[in-house]
């Protein structure tokens, strides 16, 4: 009797130790951080999400991993949103097409020819209206971490694209983005949404005849090889926001999530210093295949585009504010 409860208490105490072990190590188990994205490693933003991975677990080991999902490998673009709402992924980074749903205010990086180049743009989104505009979805549980440049965008399509009339009646693929949408009414032209991953068959196809784009795009996604001619117009810019869950970010240890910002700042740092240098290599690459021609529009033939597209911005003014277009206005200055 006495062997047999001298046995059942040392069989409670070590289910009881193996439990408490367990339930330790998980404890210890480190923070999991999903980074899921729609673009090639070779992009600003494939890069930025590899060095992010690569400081975090070099700072907090142990205490966060990173894992990072490629060219739509877990969530395509028309799926990520909703993921990281549901807690499935962690940090993701949508183009800025992507949060009219949520205040329209994000609408004014898609006002065609608003800024001058990438350098307003970064003094624009570094400014306080800025950085006012990365908290105003915190209502509906987005957080935003930084802004990370992709580059300024430019139209491809499979014919000469020189002035805006040439443009009348051709097919471009658009993200869901209402500006967009009437960017393209303007040049008479027809907005069709789709999803970045569906684009390259989408163009082989004739489903589309043209897009726009930043050149690491074109050249990682090898559009160039399905469109005869780009125009390098700079009519506007395609960067991302870096978001988190609200939830998750406010849930976070405060010095975990103190460091993280930490890293986010010094990545936000690189992808944007790189951002340029990339955009250039790709420009040259798709330059040497000879697979496209690339034009180069003169001060007045951009004058044109510029003029054709411009009502844009009045359409708009009510929604994102005449205060912010301003205030992107006088970034061009400098």
Known sequence: MFKTTISVLSAAFLTATTFGLSTSLSAADPILIKFSHVVADNTPKGQGALRFKELVEERLPGKVAVQVYPNSSLFGDGKEMEALLLGDVQII???????????????????????????????????????KLLKSMEDSKITGLGYWHNGMKQLSANKKLEKPKDARGLKF?????EVLEEQFKALRANARKMAFG???????????NGAENPWSNIESQK??????????????VLDYMLITNTDFWNGLDPEVRSELESIIAEVTKYVNNNAAELNAKAKQTVID????????????????????????????????????????????KG
């Open 198 to 208: 569906e684009v390259y068959q989408g163009l082989q196809t004739g489903v589309v």
């Open 223 to 236: 559009f160039y090889e399905v469109q005869s001619h780009i125009t390098e117009s700079d009519h506007g």
């Open 289 to 332: 295949s000879g697979k496209t021609e690339v034009i180069q529009l003169t001060p007045e033939q951009r004058k044109l585009w510029v003029e054709q597209m411009k009502p844009v911005w009045e359409k708009f003014e009510d929604e994102i504010g005449k205060d912010l277009i301003d205030a992107a206005q006088q970034a061009n």
């Open 93 to 131: 980074a949508p183009s800025l097409a992507k949060f009219g749903q949520y205040t329209p205010k994000v609408q004014i990086f898609d006002l065609p020819f608003l800024f001058d180049n990438i350098e307003a743009v970064d003094r624009f989104q570094s400014g306080p209206a800025g950085q």
């Open 173 to 177: 693929r658009v993200q869901a983005s």
